[in-house]
């Protein structure tokens, strides 16, 4: 998709609506300025406002993430195409919050070790040792809930009985026994548990 092209659709339609950026923001209840940096080229609207926008500008979602009206010859070619697209930005965006979630967990428990080294080795009172080793853990705790969370949203799990790729809930990865990316779960198609591994992509 290009944002360029769908930011100057968006601005052209406003314009033959009739409305300024501002009272575009006030009909969709969020701020000119992010009107602004949609017809700028440097945002997309949010999908939880695009029917909304597209009913007010007269157009359909196709329309807006094609950049332009589309006739109906091209309807289905165009659709396939902003479909894939969106599907291969999900995958970039899933691939980046994977890596988020290594980078931080390093992170968390190279302070931890490093706090528990330096509490084990050197000469302190044993309140201070057990203060710098809590220090230590403080981050983890705090980054465990948002790294769970990466690993419940990004991509999917593949089920090795069906190979049925699923999402499975905040609660499931939670509780699943795990080795590194791949967790004990039961699968929604075929109920059977299994060792489902992680996989970026839903085919």
């Known amino acids: 998709m290009d944002q360029q092209k769908i930011g100057r659709f968006i601005a052209a339609r406003r314009k033959q609506a009739g409305l300024t950026q501002m009272q575009l923001a006030e009909a969709l209840n969020i701020t000119d300025r992010a009107v602004s940096k949609w017809e700028n080229g440097r945002a997309m609207p949010d999908s939880s406002l695009m029917l909304e926008l597209c009913d007010i500008l007269k157009i359909n979602v196709n329309d807006l993430l094609s950049g332009e009206v589309v006739t109906m010859e091209n309807y289905n070619k165009e659709l396939e195409n902003n479909l894939l697209e969106m599907v291969k930005q999900k995958?970039?965006?899933?691939?980046?919050?994977?890596?988020?979630?290594?980078?931080?967990?390093?992170?968390?428990?190279?302070?931890?070790?490093?706090?528990?080294?330096?509490?084990?080795?050197?000469?302190?009172?044993?309140?201070?040792?057990?203060?710098?080793?809590?220090?230590?853990?403080?981050?983890?705790?705090?980054?465990?809930?948002?790294?769970?969370?990466?690993?419940?949203?990004?991509?999917?799990?593949?089920?090795?009985?069906?190979?049925?790729?699923?999402?499975?809930?905040?609660?499931?990865?939670?509780?699943?026994?795990?080795?590194?990316?791949?967790?004990?779960?039961?699968?929604?198609?075929?109920?059977?548990?299994?060792?489902?591994?992680?996989?970026?992509?839903?085919?």
């Open 91 to 203: 995958e970039r965006a899933d691939k980046q919050l994977l890596t988020v979630e290594i980078v931080v967990g390093v992170i968390c428990i190279a302070v931890l070790l490093a706090l528990t080294v330096l509490a084990a080795y050197v000469p302190m009172a044993d309140g201070m040792r057990i203060a710098l080793i809590v220090i230590g853990l403080v981050p983890l705790l705090i980054a465990l809930p948002f790294m769970l969370k990466i690993e419940q949203t990004a991509g999917y799990y593949e089920c090795r009985k069906c190979g049925h790729r699923h999402i499975p809930s905040y609660k499931q990865v939670f509780w699943a026994m795990h080795v590194n990316r791949t967790r004990y779960m039961r699968c929604p198609k075929c109920h059977q548990l299994s060792w489902q591994k992680k996989v970026i992509s839903k085919e």
